[in-house]
């Protein structure tokens, strides 16, 4: 299925090579441009880190599928077996979290979105969209949503980038006065042109719309979106009348793609409405669906009995209520909150208290399937249930100066672990014997926080797909103004003096970081075992030592001074998954006493 959307040539093209350098130096251009207007610091995020191709995926459309819907119904499990449904689609993702353009993307995210909640249709959520709700509307009216066909992808460039400048040209106050227009554009630019991913062993471009996977393709499309509802509210007098067209202005709603309208003129017009939305550009078209009693929009069920205006929980047919089972190795404060929150979210939606009532009721039988305890369960849902519906329909601002100067103690869940925030604290008193730690953190400064243990998911897949074996290997990163690049040993092992062969773990280049590496004399071939951070940081580092003995604090460096003249070969051999100086400590130590090589001997 993915090879068959990958071959529409409107929207993907295949490469030849990887891209990835060559988008970093555009990114790396724009930042020279205007680095009058950015910070170091903002410099070094959107140049300074390791890169990583992105790699594609379809997501399934399950809940579309009417062959999976189907068998939802007819079978009592929780899990049902279906072998390749034919009308099952795929949602086509571009996951690029460490790309070339990501991080430019997430500054033109943070810039750009404050713009979305200007539009007059903007709804930031279903919680969002019931406070524009009316409780009562004329009998006639029409329950009306439509849907854009795949927006992300059908966006072109050129709309995109009129849009972004049509909304920076109107609100000009809102964009922080030190990012220029131009800059905002031109880095769009850049983000929109260079969505190239891999997928089983080959390079793609995709050369129209945006990535659904890029930090700012929502705001971006949000804004499209605005500015064609610009356009729209002034060719609505055409066929109708200007009152009509205030009217569409006020109760037109929409997220991101998904619009909803009460309806209060005739079904003829209606029709004359969606051939004007059609018509307002040719690769944006929308789809309708219609209802004089009930329709479903975003999470909720909108119902009209007569003139009275209800809403209910949606589920999709194919949601059969998982919840996170109470028996699971999660911190047990999260599965105490599931009740309450679950519970919160019907009382916030439905006002009908008959129908509140055999929701909560019916939540009760979910959450006892999953091995809730029943006290737990009632009292999350009186709780929930004590909250006026004005309280729960408000919006909550949260104030982030609450947790200002706050100090996360992180530690990875494990329930067979004791709490040791109160062991860290013991040792405050050493920090308080620096006058500058003494400033800086408070005891009760320190939080506790836990992160999640990888999940069988994670333990079992790979992000990047393909039908080959791949085999980790070392390359240069090709940086014509990289020094690392001479320096570095490529391919997928290499044999020591020993004997012993050390074949790499990962793919890594001149700029891979947290890495144990073995450093290797070209003359007399003896070697030395290292780690380092930063690979071509600590490249720069061997080649100082080796030029200016007053400097040096190795060995190794001394010797390829003398016997290597100066030159030396290095092969980073295990990445280590994160950021620990300790654990890179302890395998430089286990790979030394393995390999023992003799540079590392004082």
């Not at 959307?5 to 030849?16: A, G, I, V």
């Not at 030190?178 to 050369?207: A, D, M, S, T, W």
């Not at 309806?263 to 969606?274: A, C, G, I, P, V």
Request: proline share 5%; hydrophobic share 35%.
């Amino acid at each position: 299925m993915v090879l068959n959307e990958l071959e529409n040539c409107r929207f993907y093209r295949k490469l030849t090579a990887n891209e990835d350098r060559h988008t970093m130096l555009k990114v790396e251009k724009l930042t020279k441009k205007y680095a009058d207007n950015l910070t170091k610091n903002e410099i070094d995020f959107l140049t300074n880190f390791e890169l990583k191709s992105s790699n594609f995926y379809g997501l399934p459309k399950v809940h579309k599928s009417k062959e999976i819907q189907e068998a939802v119904k007819n079978c009592d499990d929780a899990y049902i077996k279906i072998s390749q449904p034919a009308d099952l689609k795929i949602r086509p993702i571009i996951a690029g979290p460490a790309s070339s353009t990501q991080r430019l993307s997430n500054l033109l995210d943070i810039l750009l979105k404050p713009l979305c909640k200007l539009l007059p249709s903007f709804v930031r959520d279903d919680m969002d969209f019931l406070n524009y709700i009316p409780q009562n509307v004329d009998p006639n009216t029409i329950l009306v949503s439509f849907d854009v066909t795949s927006l992300y992808t059908n966006i072109p460039h050129i709309l995109g980038l009129e849009a972004v400048s049509y909304w920076i040209d109107k609100h000009p106050d809102i964009i922080n006065e030190r990012f220029p227009k131009e800059f905002i554009l031109e880095g769009l630019k850049i983000v929109l042109e260079n969505n190239h991913f891999h997928f089983n062993n080959e390079f793609y471009l995709q050369i129209k719309g945006t990535a659904m996977g890029t930090k700012v393709a929502p705001s971006y499309a949000t804004l499209v979106m605005g500015y064609l509802e610009d356009q729209l509210y002034g060719k609505i007098p055409e066929l109708f009348d200007v009152d009509f067209a205030n009217y569409i202005k006020n109760n037109w709603k929409r997220y991101l793609d998904d619009c909803f309208i009460f309806w209060t003129r005739s079904e003829e017009d209606l029709t004359k409405f969606h051939s004007l939305l059609n018509n307002l550009h040719d690769s944006i078209q929308f789809t309708i669906e219609k209802s004089s009693t009930e329709l479903p929009f975003l999470d909720l069920l909108i119902i009209k009995n007569g003139s009275c205006i209800t809403t209910d929980l949606y589920c999709k047919p194919t949601d059969t209520h998982q919840y996170l089972d109470f028996r699971s190795c999660h911190p047990s404060h999260t599965k105490r909150n599931i009740p309450f929150n679950l519970a919160r979210r019907i009382c916030t939606i439905i006002t009908d208290e008959t129908l509140r009532c055999r929701r909560l009721e019916e939540l009760k039988l979910y959450l006892r399937r999953q091995n809730y305890p029943l006290d737990l369960i009632n009292i999350g849902i009186e709780k929930a249930s004590e909250i006026p519906i004005e309280d729960l329909r408000n919006p909550r601002h949260i104030d982030d100066t609450d947790d200002d100067g706050k100090i996360a103690f992180v530690v990875t869940h494990n329930p067979r672990n004791r709490n040791i925030l109160m062991d860290a604290k013991r040792f405050y008193p050493i920090l308080e014997q620096s006058e500058n730690m003494k400033s800086l953190v408070q005891p009760n400064d320190i939080i506790n926080s836990r992160r999640q243990a990888p999940s069988l998911k994670k333990l079992l897949t790979k992000a990047r797909f393909t039908t080959q074996e791949e085999i980790p290997t070392i390359k240069k990163c090709g940086d014509p103004r990289c020094g690392t690049c001479t320096y570095l040993e490529e391919g997928n092992k290499i044999q020591l003096k020993s004997g012993m062969e050390i074949r790499t773990n990962s793919s890594m280049n001149c700029k891979s970081e947290n890495v144990i590496y073995c450093a290797i004399c070209p003359t007399c071939k003896e070697y030395y075992i290292g780690q380092t951070g930063k690979l071509n940081a600590r490249v720069r580092v061997h080649k100082q030592q080796i030029k200016d003995p007053s400097v040096r604090n190795t060995p190794c460096c001394e010797h390829f001074a003398k016997c290597g003249k100066g030159i030396f070969k290095i092969f980073p051999f295990y990445k280590l998954p994160s950021e620990n100086e300790n654990l890179r400590l302890a395998k430089e130590d286990f790979f030394i006493n393995l390999f023992k090589p003799k540079l590392n001997r004082k």
